[in-house]
């Protein structure tokens, strides 16, 4: 039988990317949504016909419990959140709740469902996907960041993740749950939100190329990330799930550009001096600033074969190229169907 996936956040760019990799893999797939008023499940039009969807809330545990005794599934993602940074200090309650506390609730509706107790062994149990996030760091105590270095979170969102993270190890050591956490690093597509940085800058860099646009209006351009492409980090989602123990695992390209290079990149892909166009705005600065974040992926690289295969300049001409067909299409960049 097909091993079968439930993935929250599956309309959001990791969701969808994660749920064509494992429909590629013979999986079946569910993906949970708040019901059919969510409005961004119209961007996943290509690919309804080969995912369910099973309804539930990460703010709401009793829908959880239904939702995983419905779809019985092998393997559980929580990709859901609220992930936009800046906006987690304008809502940071709902940021804890969801991104923080929703991991707990997932965690109990499998701890229920598959009968997990105290010091059990984790074979044979609903495997457990959490999506962690480099901006646990935050002000970093070292250079690049492995494993093993201690967390500063920065921001709300960060301070969420946190709590998730260790509520997974909390899990795994406690039930004996397969309870594994990625530590995913800055990764970006043509599918990226339209209030992320990158996806900002592509869709700004389109607008001015066909004449939509004089300027674009950006932040801090010294931070720097470690930024690649999501495609290749859900496979190493798939992969710490399909591995022989659970373990968390740090996944970027230990390389690190700054935003400044990710405009360069952006306006060259479109032919375009940057200089003339980018105008610094102190309002769009964080409150606290993480200056800077990269990967040491040794431990992915070599427990579980995992390499990133998209370049950085092939990732920002992708999606640069992209928005240049969605806008020269008349599409809403965000209402359209992903690509």
Same mark, same amino acid.
């Given at each position: 039988?097909?091993?079968?996936?439930?993935?929250?956040?599956?309309?959001?760019?990791?969701?969808?990317?994660?749920? @064509?990799?494992? /429909?590629? !893999?013979?999986? @079946?797939?569910?993906?949970?949504?708040?019901?059919?008023?969510?409005?961004?499940?119209?961007?996943?039009?290509?690919?309804?016909?080969?995912?369910?969807?099973?309804?539930?809330?990460?703010?709401?545990?009793?829908?959880?419990?239904?939702?995983?005794?419905?779809?019985?599934?092998?393997?559980?993602?929580?990709?859901?959140?609220?992930?936009?940074?800046?906006?987690?200090?304008?809502?940071?309650?709902?940021?804890? @709740?969801?991104?923080?506390?929703?991991?707990?609730?997932?965690? @109990?509706?499998?701890?229920?469902?598959?009968?997990?107790?105290?010091?059990?062994?984790?074979?044979?149990?609903?495997?457990?996907?959490?999506?962690?996030?480099?901006?646990?760091?935050?002000?970093?105590?070292?250079?690049?960041?492995?494993?093993?270095?201690?967390?500063?979170?920065?921001?709300?969102?960060?301070?969420?993740?946190?709590?998730?993270?260790?509520?997974?190890?909390?899990?795994?050591?406690?039930?004996?749950?397969?309870?594994?956490?990625?530590?995913?690093?800055?990764?970006?597509?043509?599918?990226?939100?339209?209030?992320?940085?990158?996806?900002?800058?592509?869709?700004?860099?389109?607008?001015?190329?066909?004449?939509?646009?004089?300027?674009?209006?950006?932040?801090?351009?010294?931070?720097?990330?470690?930024?690649?492409?999501?495609?290749?980090?859900?496979?190493?989602?798939?992969?710490?799930?399909?591995?022989?123990?659970?373990?968390?695992?740090?996944?970027?390209?230990?390389?690190?550009?700054?935003?400044?290079?990710?405009?360069?990149?952006?306006?060259?892909?479109?032919? /375009?001096?940057?200089?003339?166009?980018?105008?610094t705005d102190q309002a769009l600065h964080r409150p606290a600033e993480v200056d800077l974040l990269c990967a040491d992926?040794?431990?992915?690289?070599? !427990?579980?074969?995992?390499?990133?295969?998209?370049?950085?300049?092939?990732?920002?001409?992708?999606?640069?190229?992209?928005?240049?067909?969605?806008?020269?299409?008349?599409?809403?960049?965000?209402?359209?169907?992903?690509?």
């Open positions: 039988m097909a091993r079968r996936a439930l993935i929250t956040g599956i309309t959001g760019q990791d969701g969808s990317y994660l749920a @064509e990799h494992l /429909l590629e !893999q013979g999986y @079946e797939v569910w993906g949970l949504v708040r019901g059919q008023a969510n409005p961004r499940v119209s961007r996943m039009r290509r690919l309804l016909s080969d995912v369910q969807v099973v309804r539930g809330d990460l703010l709401d545990q009793g829908s959880l419990i239904s939702a995983v005794e419905r779809v019985q599934p092998d393997e559980v993602y929580n990709l859901g959140a609220i992930s936009f940074v800046p906006m987690s200090w304008e809502q940071a309650e709902l940021t804890a @709740e969801v991104t923080g506390m929703g991991v707990l609730r997932m965690l @109990e509706a499998i701890r229920v469902c598959s009968g997990a107790s105290r010091g059990s062994a984790a074979s044979g149990q609903i495997r457990f996907y959490q999506a962690s996030s480099s901006e646990m760091f935050g002000q970093v105590s070292e250079t690049p960041q492995t494993e093993r270095t201690g967390f500063h979170p920065r921001s709300p969102y960060g301070v969420a993740k946190a709590y998730g993270h260790f509520l997974t190890q909390n899990y795994r050591e406690s039930y004996g749950m397969f309870a594994v956490s990625g530590i995913l690093f800055n990764h970006e597509s043509p599918r990226r939100g339209t209030e992320f940085v990158t996806r900002k800058v592509s869709l700004g860099v389109a607008r001015i190329k066909l004449g939509l646009a004089t300027e674009l209006r950006l932040g801090n351009l010294e931070a720097r990330r470690d930024w690649g492409y999501a495609g290749d980090y859900v496979k190493a989602m798939h992969l710490m799930m399909r591995a022989p123990r659970p373990e968390d695992y740090v996944i970027g390209t230990g390389r690190m550009k700054s935003v400044r290079e990710l405009v360069e990149a952006a306006f060259a892909a479109a032919g /375009l001096d940057w200089e003339r166009y980018v105008v992926p040794k431990k992915a690289r070599a !427990q579980l074969g995992w390499e990133p295969g998209v370049s950085f300049d092939e990732l920002v001409a992708m999606m640069v190229e992209s928005d240049l067909r969605l806008l020269s299409d008349g599409a809403d960049p965000d209402d359209a169907s992903w690509p």
